[in-house]
């Protein structure tokens, strides 16, 4: 199997996939930078607005989730963009 997978040159395929990676992954960085920067200001004026206790609750629920879901999307794009030359290099090791 492994002699078969060495004979198939997957460059063609793989090349252009990870162009397309590498052009959208910074463009991403700043587009989730940019809504979750507004969002949780948003959030956080709704935070400071509220007026009863139950609000105030689920407004400062919702902040904490909107930046714990900013912050992983950020490190997880992030992670993709720094991985993405080793995993290239692992693929052509693997594939050759």
């Not at 809504?35 to 407004?59: F, M, P, Q």
């Amino acid at each position: 199997m492994k002699n078969l997978l060495a004979a198939i040159n997957f460059n063609p395929v793989l090349a252009p996939v990870l162009e397309v990676l590498n052009a959208i992954l910074w463009p991403a960085i700043g587009l989730v930078g940019a809504i979750g920067t507004i969002y949780c200001i948003v959030l956080g004026v709704k935070l400071a607005k509220s007026d009863e206790a139950g609000s105030r609750e689920k407004a400062k629920k919702d902040l904490i989730g909107a930046i714990i879901g900013f912050v992983v999307i950020f490190v997880l794009i992030v992670g993709l963009k720094v991985l993405m030359p080793i995993l290239q290099d692992w693929v052509s090791t693997q594939i050759v």
